[in-house]
């Protein structure tokens, strides 16, 4: 897949801005700008340094630009890199673009400059992949587990285990070489040991991977109640719009809308949903059904109920919920309206009573659904996994280590002991890249955006 090509992309957002970045990779990055360039000799230039000068298109002089040096080794993709800082126009972006392919350079693909990166062993591909979640994290949480795994965090502690058995690997190997005589060099008690220690660091990142991924992805919180106790209303209250709709006809909110909100630097997705409720209606059975799945799905269930309802009927639904086995969070909506004896019809039942419609108790509210997630907690020095394809190769290497201790314990052929640890390997190395396909690289690579 590597290529001498030199490549060209637009680096930062497409559309006018204050500045605009073009970056180059390639033996021929710095020689194609200095052809277009005035001001100064650029291939005469140290590494890491910046110039100031012209863009000229032979007499048309394209914009003032500033000119940044990487020099190879030194740069992200190891290649010779330029990064051409122009006034952020579209035009004058394009028409820098068009003139530098002209001059021989070829547009990036996707990714392309990440790829090069990897290619030339400048990350491994699990920090690669870390850069592509860096630029979509869009929460405080999620930031810091893309900057911990693109620090390298998550590759180093792979790496360590996978040395670790490849010497067991390379003995077993060796027992192979002699053959028929009756020899063991890798000691089975140890070997055992090995996998078990190894097994239970593969579990802990396995497990890490619903946090990593809550993290990640939004913290699945669904809002189940009765229809018009205020579910869309606390919604709008907590986004502060008026996102889903408001009405005073039962069961309104037909489907599940879904909103992100970042409360405290950890980004929620609620679920707003058609009320649990039997319904002949058919739109709405098809909204009670996906309710329910959606709820096995959520990380905190929130029930909903309001100050007119009958604190039995409550408790009946709270041991329903309970059944589910999730966290939950009982809110008493329209507090504005409880009657003469307040929350005391209520007590026993541990709820938190708010007026979504006064606005009243939502901003404890946000306090309280942080402390129920415990998320904003999280040590994100610790590894986390936060991708559905590592966890996939952490899960088949412990499905082929499990196998290695069967055969352990139930003694067989060297070959077949063998046979196993270099899967579990081969899978390990999928994580960090050690082991690729073109189509697990065109796969990964794709999903980044150009100029990346
Ligand atoms: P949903 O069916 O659970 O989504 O309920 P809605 O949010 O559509 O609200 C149903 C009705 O209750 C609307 O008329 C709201 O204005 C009203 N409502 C919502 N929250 C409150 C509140 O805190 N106090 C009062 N008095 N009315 C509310």
Known sequence: MTDTDTIVALSTPPGSGAIGVIRLSGTQAISIVSRVFKGKELEAQETHTLHFGLITDGN????????????????????????????????IIQQI??????????????????????????????????VADLIASNSKA??????????????KELAALRDQLIHFASMIELELDFGEEDVEFANRGQLKQLILQIGAVLDRLIASF??????????????????NVGKSTLLNALLNEERAIVSDIAG?????????????????RFIDTAGIRETADLIEAQGVARTREKMKQARLIIYMADAL??????????EELQALDIPHLVLINKADLLGAEGKEAFAGIDAFFLSAKEGKGVED????????VNLHRINTDETL???????????????????????????????????????????????????TTDDLLENIFSKFCIGK
């Open 365 to 372: 509210l946000k306090k309280v659904l942080l402390e129920k």
């Open 142 to 155: 999620s930031h810091e587990v893309a900057m911990q795994q693109m620090r390298g965090g998550f590759s």
């Open 309 to 318: 309802q009958q604190p039995a009927e409550i408790r009946a639904q709270l």
């Open 385 to 435: 996994v936060t991708n559905i394809r590592h966890v996939e190769a952490l899960k088949n290497t412990s499905a082929a280590l499990e196998r290695v201790l069967q055969h352990i314990d139930a003694p067989v052929a060297s070959d077949f002991l063998a046979m196993d640890i270099r899967q579990a390997l081969h899978y390990l190395g999928e994580i960090t890249g050690t082991v």
């Open 97 to 130: 673009i068009q003139l530098l392919i002209r001059k021989g350079a070829r547009a990036a693909r996707p990714g392309e400059f990440t790829l090069r990166a990897f290619l030339n062993g400048g990350m491994d591909l699990s920090r690669a992949e870390a």
């Open 60 to 91: 048309i002089v394209l914009d003032e630009v500033v000119v940044g040096l990487y020099k190879t080794p030194r740069s992200y993709t190891r290649e010779n890199v330029a990064e051409i800082s122009c006034h952020g126009s579209n035009y």
């Open 252 to 268: 309104t909110t037909r489907d599940t809308i879904e909103d992100e909100l970042n409360i405290g630097g950890v980004l929620f």
């Open 210 to 227: 619903e946090t990593g991924n809550v993290l990640k992805n939004g913290v699945p919180v669904v809002i189940a109640g009765k229809p």
